[in-house]
């Protein structure tokens, strides 16, 4: 079936710390991984997407993420943690670019002084 | 991306009545879906819109209980049908235009009392 894991439910940062989110993904072909932002009481924004060709992929926002096919794998980091980067991040796969997404459980990222 | 203007923004409904979400895109898009967030909980896909069409509903939702419009490549709406207080979420709408990745409104935060 397919699926996506967030190990992490919650993480707390310093702020200016490296930063690093977990996501594992079961899908027959080869997937289309997204990572998304919600801010409390907003909607979704995209951060970032793979859907081929180099494995490392930047972002907005500072934002970056590494697919790892062996690992099924699509982890999000930041090497410096800002405090407007406190919110729920969600990591997501598709069959395609155009079509339905399944998403992971999030992660709820705080970020300390 | 393209812009998702989505409203109403929040509500709060007696148990036993309905509500319809309005989603309105500023350009054409090629598919339309619809999402609940429950509390604390991922997103998870109610129904894809069809244009000119009935939906395509997921697993566990009917067209009974969410009822779909989508009268042009523009616009959509999605009814939630005699609610209960098990219908208290988030629900939001997304688009994708051809080969595109994902954007979403803002939601709509349901309470029902």
Known sequence: AQSVTQPDIHITVSEGASLELRCNYSYGATPYLFWYVQSPGQGLQLLLKYFSGDTLVQGIKGFEAEFKRSQSSFNLRKPSVHWSDAAEYFCAVGAQAGTALIFGKGTTLSVSS | SAVI????SRDICQRGTSLTIQCQVDSQVTMMFWYRQQPG????????????????????FVIDKFPISRPNLTFSTLTVS?????DSSIYLCSGTGAGTEAFFGQGTRLTVV
């Open chain 2, 5 to 8: 203007s989505q409203k109403p």
């Open chain 2, 82 to 86: 005699n609610m209960s207080p098990e």
């Open chain 2, 41 to 60: 909980q991922s997103l998870t896909l109610i129904a894809t819109a069809n244009q000119g069409s009935e939906a395509t509903y997921e697993s566990g």
